[in-house]
Protein backbone atom coordinates (compact mmCIF):
# COMPACT_ATOMS: atom_id res chain seq x y z
CA UNK A 1 0.00 0.00 0.00
CA UNK A 2 1.24 3.48 -1.16
CA UNK A 3 2.23 5.67 1.45
CA UNK A 4 -1.11 8.43 0.75
CA UNK A 5 -3.44 5.15 0.52
CA UNK A 6 -1.87 4.48 4.44
CA UNK A 7 -2.54 8.22 5.47
CA UNK A 8 -6.07 7.92 3.52
CA UNK A 9 -6.95 4.81 5.97
CA UNK A 10 -5.58 6.62 9.35
CA UNK A 11 -7.79 9.86 8.21
CA UNK A 12 -10.64 7.76 7.87
CA UNK A 13 -10.38 5.90 10.95
CA UNK A 14 -9.63 9.25 12.62
CA UNK A 15 -13.00 9.98 11.48
CA UNK A 16 -14.59 7.09 12.92
CA UNK A 17 -12.34 7.22 16.28
CA UNK A 18 -14.10 11.14 16.65
CA UNK A 19 -17.23 9.87 15.81
CA UNK A 20 -17.22 13.11 13.15
CA UNK A 21 -20.59 13.07 11.13
CA UNK A 22 -22.16 14.43 8.18
CA UNK A 23 -20.66 18.11 7.87
CA UNK A 24 -18.51 18.37 10.47
CA UNK A 25 -14.30 19.96 9.35
CA UNK A 26 -11.71 18.23 9.37
CA UNK A 27 -8.05 19.79 10.57
CA UNK A 28 -6.35 22.21 8.40
CA UNK A 29 -4.22 20.46 5.98
CA UNK A 30 -0.89 21.72 8.65
CA UNK A 31 -2.50 20.50 11.00
CA UNK A 32 -3.05 17.25 9.42
CA UNK A 33 0.40 16.93 7.69
CA UNK A 34 2.00 17.50 11.05
CA UNK A 35 -0.28 15.03 12.74
CA UNK A 36 0.65 11.96 10.07
CA UNK A 37 4.39 13.26 9.95
CA UNK A 38 3.93 13.73 6.05
CA UNK A 39 4.52 16.22 3.01
CA UNK A 40 1.51 18.51 1.75
CA UNK A 41 1.27 16.67 -1.39
CA UNK A 42 0.51 13.44 0.01
CA UNK A 43 -1.94 14.79 2.57
CA UNK A 44 -3.86 16.16 -0.85
CA UNK A 45 -3.35 12.64 -2.59
CA UNK A 46 -4.91 10.87 0.37
CA UNK A 47 -7.98 13.63 0.51
CA UNK A 48 -8.23 13.24 -2.92
CA UNK A 49 -8.54 9.11 -2.56
CA UNK A 50 -11.04 9.91 0.18
CA UNK A 51 -13.04 12.49 -1.93
CA UNK A 52 -13.23 10.09 -4.85
CA UNK A 53 -14.33 7.27 -2.09
CA UNK A 54 -17.21 9.06 -0.69
CA UNK A 55 -16.00 9.92 2.81
CA UNK A 56 -15.12 13.95 2.64
CA UNK A 57 -15.82 16.84 0.29
CA UNK A 58 -13.44 19.55 0.16
CA UNK A 59 -14.66 23.47 -0.29
CA UNK A 60 -12.43 25.82 -1.48
CA UNK A 61 -11.79 28.50 0.78
CA UNK A 62 -13.24 26.92 3.67
CA UNK A 63 -11.80 23.17 4.55
CA UNK A 64 -12.37 19.45 4.24
CA UNK A 65 -15.17 18.45 5.66
CA UNK A 66 -16.92 14.64 6.25
CA UNK A 67 -19.50 13.05 4.34
CA UNK A 68 -20.96 10.19 5.99
CA UNK A 69 -24.44 9.27 4.53
CA UNK A 70 -23.84 5.74 4.23
CA UNK A 71 -26.92 3.70 5.09
CA UNK A 72 -26.44 0.87 7.37
CA UNK A 73 -26.45 -2.76 5.45
CA UNK A 74 -25.51 -1.67 1.80
CA UNK A 75 -22.73 -2.54 0.43
CA UNK A 76 -20.57 -0.44 -1.78
CA UNK A 77 -20.02 -1.01 -5.46
CA UNK A 78 -16.88 0.80 -5.17
CA UNK A 79 -15.31 -0.82 -2.76
CA UNK A 80 -11.39 -2.71 -3.62
CA UNK A 81 -11.31 -4.31 -0.30
CA UNK A 82 -14.55 -6.69 -0.54
CA UNK A 83 -17.91 -6.05 1.49
CA UNK A 84 -17.16 -7.06 5.13
CA UNK A 85 -16.34 -3.70 6.35
CA UNK A 86 -19.61 -1.89 4.97
CA UNK A 87 -21.32 -5.26 7.16
CA UNK A 88 -19.43 -4.80 10.15
CA UNK A 89 -22.55 -4.84 12.27
CA UNK A 90 -23.68 -7.97 10.39
CA UNK A 91 -22.48 -11.57 11.00
CA UNK A 92 -21.14 -12.28 7.88
CA UNK A 93 -19.85 -16.15 7.22
CA UNK A 94 -19.08 -18.36 4.96
CA UNK A 95 -19.80 -21.90 3.70
CA UNK A 96 -16.84 -23.10 1.08
CA UNK A 97 -18.22 -26.00 -1.71
CA UNK A 98 -15.02 -26.38 -3.41
CA UNK A 99 -11.50 -25.69 -3.16
CA UNK A 100 -9.25 -26.75 -5.82
CA UNK A 101 -6.55 -25.76 -8.12
CA UNK A 102 -6.61 -25.86 -11.72
CA UNK A 103 -5.60 -24.28 -15.56
CA UNK A 104 -6.48 -20.90 -16.59
CA UNK A 105 -8.96 -21.11 -19.29
CA UNK A 106 -9.16 -18.36 -21.74
CA UNK A 107 -11.50 -16.23 -20.09
CA UNK A 108 -9.07 -16.66 -16.67
CA UNK A 109 -5.89 -15.55 -18.27
CA UNK A 110 -7.13 -12.67 -20.50
CA UNK A 111 -8.37 -11.68 -16.59
CA UNK A 112 -5.56 -12.48 -14.77
CA UNK A 113 -3.04 -11.26 -17.30
CA UNK A 114 -1.03 -14.99 -17.51
CA UNK A 115 -0.60 -17.72 -19.78
CA UNK A 116 -3.54 -20.15 -20.91
CA UNK A 117 -2.85 -23.55 -18.72
CA UNK A 118 -0.98 -21.48 -15.67
CA UNK A 119 -2.27 -22.79 -12.28
CA UNK A 120 -5.12 -21.09 -10.79
CA UNK A 121 -6.55 -21.68 -6.91
CA UNK A 122 -10.51 -21.87 -7.61
CA UNK A 123 -12.99 -20.90 -4.97
CA UNK A 124 -16.54 -21.31 -5.01
CA UNK A 125 -18.34 -20.24 -1.37
CA UNK A 126 -21.43 -19.28 -0.43
CA UNK A 127 -21.70 -15.61 2.35
CA UNK A 128 -24.29 -15.40 4.72
CA UNK A 129 -25.38 -12.34 6.28
CA UNK A 130 -27.08 -13.11 9.62
CA UNK A 131 -27.40 -16.71 8.45
CA UNK A 132 -29.07 -15.77 5.17
CA UNK A 133 -27.94 -16.53 2.22
CA UNK A 134 -25.91 -13.13 0.70
CA UNK A 135 -24.26 -14.53 -2.79
CA UNK A 136 -22.94 -17.38 -4.64
CA UNK A 137 -19.13 -16.50 -5.20
CA UNK A 138 -16.87 -18.37 -7.48
CA UNK A 139 -13.30 -17.14 -7.48
CA UNK A 140 -9.83 -17.43 -9.31
CA UNK A 141 -6.61 -16.50 -7.80
CA UNK A 142 -3.18 -16.73 -9.67
CA UNK A 143 -1.70 -19.44 -7.30
CA UNK A 144 2.05 -17.38 -8.38
CA UNK A 145 0.95 -14.63 -6.26
CA UNK A 146 -1.01 -16.73 -4.19
CA UNK A 147 0.77 -19.80 -3.74
CA UNK A 148 -1.31 -21.47 -0.42
CA UNK A 149 -4.94 -21.42 0.07
CA UNK A 150 -7.08 -23.85 2.48
CA UNK A 151 -10.75 -24.13 4.06
CA UNK A 152 -10.08 -22.61 6.66
CA UNK A 153 -8.72 -19.58 5.01
CA UNK A 154 -11.22 -19.83 2.51
CA UNK A 155 -14.28 -19.90 5.16
CA UNK A 156 -12.75 -16.97 6.65
CA UNK A 157 -11.20 -13.92 4.58
CA UNK A 158 -9.04 -14.91 1.70
CA UNK A 159 -8.45 -10.69 1.28
CA UNK A 160 -7.46 -10.10 5.43
CA UNK A 161 -4.67 -13.71 4.44
CA UNK A 162 -3.58 -11.81 1.62
CA UNK A 163 -2.89 -8.67 3.21
CA UNK A 164 -1.50 -9.78 6.77
CA UNK A 165 -0.42 -13.30 6.05
CA UNK A 166 1.30 -12.89 2.82
CA UNK A 167 1.82 -9.09 3.27
CA UNK A 168 0.49 -8.39 -0.33
CA UNK A 169 -0.98 -4.61 -1.10
CA UNK A 170 -4.04 -4.50 -2.47
CA UNK A 171 -4.66 -1.57 -4.85
CA UNK A 172 -7.76 -0.99 -7.08
CA UNK A 173 -9.86 -3.15 -9.00
CA UNK A 174 -12.19 -3.03 -11.54
CA UNK A 175 -16.56 -4.13 -11.56
CA UNK A 176 -18.65 -5.34 -14.32
CA UNK A 177 -22.11 -5.44 -13.35
CA UNK A 178 -25.30 -7.63 -15.07
CA UNK A 179 -29.09 -7.74 -13.92
CA UNK A 180 -30.89 -10.93 -15.22
CA UNK A 181 -32.48 -13.86 -13.74
CA UNK A 182 -31.44 -16.84 -11.99
CA UNK A 183 -30.39 -20.07 -13.18
CA UNK A 184 -31.37 -22.82 -11.80
CA UNK A 185 -28.28 -23.68 -10.36
CA UNK A 186 -27.26 -20.05 -9.39
CA UNK A 187 -31.62 -20.50 -7.49
CA UNK A 188 -30.54 -23.40 -5.71
CA UNK A 189 -27.27 -22.20 -3.91
CA UNK A 190 -29.33 -19.00 -2.92
CA UNK A 191 -32.60 -20.95 -2.13
CA UNK A 192 -35.04 -19.16 -4.60
CA UNK A 193 -37.08 -19.74 -7.38
CA UNK A 194 -35.60 -20.31 -11.09
CA UNK A 195 -36.02 -16.80 -12.79
CA UNK A 196 -35.55 -14.72 -9.85
CA UNK A 197 -34.42 -10.96 -10.39
CA UNK A 198 -30.42 -10.97 -9.77
CA UNK A 199 -27.38 -9.12 -9.65
CA UNK A 200 -24.69 -10.29 -10.93
CA UNK A 201 -20.69 -8.92 -10.85
CA UNK A 202 -17.43 -9.83 -12.26
CA UNK A 203 -14.56 -8.41 -10.26
CA UNK A 204 -10.74 -8.12 -10.85
CA UNK A 205 -8.54 -7.31 -8.11
CA UNK A 206 -5.04 -5.88 -8.64
CA UNK A 207 -1.88 -5.32 -6.27
CA UNK A 208 -0.43 -1.94 -6.46
CA UNK A 209 1.78 -2.45 -9.00
CA UNK A 210 -0.78 -3.16 -11.69
CA UNK A 211 -0.99 -7.12 -11.46
CA UNK A 212 -4.07 -8.79 -11.15
CA UNK A 213 -4.19 -11.39 -8.71
CA UNK A 214 -8.27 -12.12 -8.34
CA UNK A 215 -10.81 -12.82 -10.95
CA UNK A 216 -14.48 -13.23 -8.88
CA UNK A 217 -17.85 -13.46 -10.08
CA UNK A 218 -20.72 -13.12 -7.55
CA UNK A 219 -24.51 -13.42 -7.69
CA UNK A 220 -26.04 -11.91 -4.92
CA UNK A 221 -29.26 -12.53 -3.38
CA UNK A 222 -32.23 -10.06 -4.00
CA UNK A 223 -33.60 -10.20 -1.29
CA UNK A 224 -30.60 -9.86 1.00
CA UNK A 225 -28.46 -7.26 -1.00
CA UNK A 226 -28.38 -3.48 -0.87
CA UNK A 227 -26.29 -1.50 -2.79
CA UNK A 228 -24.76 1.73 -2.59
CA UNK A 229 -22.32 4.55 -4.71
CA UNK A 230 -21.18 7.72 -3.40
CA UNK A 231 -20.48 9.86 -6.40
CA UNK A 232 -18.95 12.83 -7.19
CA UNK A 233 -18.67 15.21 -9.77
CA UNK A 234 -16.85 13.21 -12.67
CA UNK A 235 -20.37 10.98 -12.47
CA UNK A 236 -22.14 14.00 -13.74
CA UNK A 237 -20.16 14.97 -16.60
CA UNK A 238 -22.28 12.95 -19.14
CA UNK A 239 -25.29 15.17 -18.05
Known amino acids: MLKYQQIALKIEKYIESNNLQQGDKLPVLE ?6 GVSKSTIMKSLDLL ?3 GAVFQVRGSGIYVRRNKRKGYISLLSDQGFKKDLEDYQITSKVLQLDIRK ?4 IAKNLNMEIGAEVYHVTRIRYINGQTLCFEESYYNKSIVPYLNNEIATESIFHYIKEALGLKIGFSDMFMNIGKLTEEEAGYLGLPTGSPKLSTESIFYLTNGQPFDFSKVTYNYEQSQFFVQGNGDLYNFQ
Do not use: P
Open 51 to 53: EKK
Open 104 to 107: ATEE
Open 31 to 36: TLMAQF
